[in-house]
């Protein structure tokens, strides 16, 4: 049995103490590979140096780790014509395997929503230029977000909405554009995550893909919870438990497409 979890935010301070001890309980749950998620230029560096150096003789035995390369919205007011220069060459690297973190975001606009809408613009021509996957995130933006991928779809080579959490009619225009879709712990909610439940089975075989967006969204239902209530790539298989039983899967099956499902969208 072996998982990859497509949205570990490796990079961030929650995981600046143990991340040694976090890499060996991944790889002692079945988790074979991780996706280190940049959100800024800073991030994208560490994360691509982590996959870089966390390799060959420093490698935890079964892991590999990749990472991607962009700006999160919340960002975006950072995405200077330099910093997108750094991310392309950033984004060149073997390395890295997609574009991103990048989309819109309109829930806080801790960036405004003219600068998201511009740095999402600029990584999907990035994505087209270096023929890449893009990683896309969306919250309390859908109309624009998906005006936009209208816009840049057929020149795509592939995209994840990675972390969706939006309704039926959202899924199905996402679908429709031949986007991927990853699922977190949100689907564990029981306050807000139950309309996932019987969204998962509507996402076929070789579209979905499991994901924690560690440290964030520590699935509700985990029993015992860690005191420190910081989620950890280790745990993306509570939450393919979560999605197989939804869709009616036996956790091996699930595990099995969904892994081979990003392996094969991400090229490695």
Not at 18 to 45: E, N, W, Y
Not at 160 to 170: D, I, S
């Amino acid at each position: 049995m072996s998982l990859v979890d497509i949205a570990g935010n490796l990079t961030n301070k929650a995981f600046r103490e143990d991340l040694p001890d976090v890499l060996r309980r991944a790889a002692a749950a079945g988790v074979s590979g991780i996706v280190v998620a940049g959100v800024s230029g800073p991030t994208s560096r560490r994360g691509w140096q982590m996959a870089r150096d966390l390799t060959g003789p420093r490698a935890v035995p079964g892991l590999t780790l990749v990472a991607t390369a962009g700006f999160h919205p919340h960002h975006a007011s950072d995405a200077s014509r330099e910093a997108l220069v750094e991310i392309a060459d950033l984004a060149r690297r073997k390395e890295v395997v997609a574009v991103g973190e990048c989309g819109l975001d309109y829930n806080r606009n801790f960036s405004p929503p003219e600068a998201q809408r511009r740095a999402f613009e600029a990584q999907l021509e990035l994505a087209v230029e270096l023929k890449k996957p893009v990683y896309l995130h969306e919250r309390d933006a859908h109309e624009d977000f998906f005006r936009i991928l209208c816009h840049w779809r057929p020149r795509l080579t592939a995209g994840v909405v990675h972390c969706f959490t939006g309704t039926g009619a959202v899924l199905e225009k996402y679908l429709e554009l031949d986007l991927h879709i990853g699922i977190t712990g949100w689907i564990c909610d029981e306050r807000r995550g139950r309309h996932l439940e019987p969204l998962v089975r509507r996402v076929p075989r070789g579209r979905l893909m499991i994901e924690t967006d560690c440290p964030y969204i520590l699935p509700r239902d985990m029993r015992p919870r860690p005191s420190s209530g910081r989620n950890e790539p280790a745990f993306v298989s509570h939450v393919a438990k979560a999605v197989a039983s939804h869709r009616g899967e036996s956790f091996e099956d699930l595990a099995a497409h969904t892994t081979a499902t990003a392996r094969a969208l991400f090229g490695w």
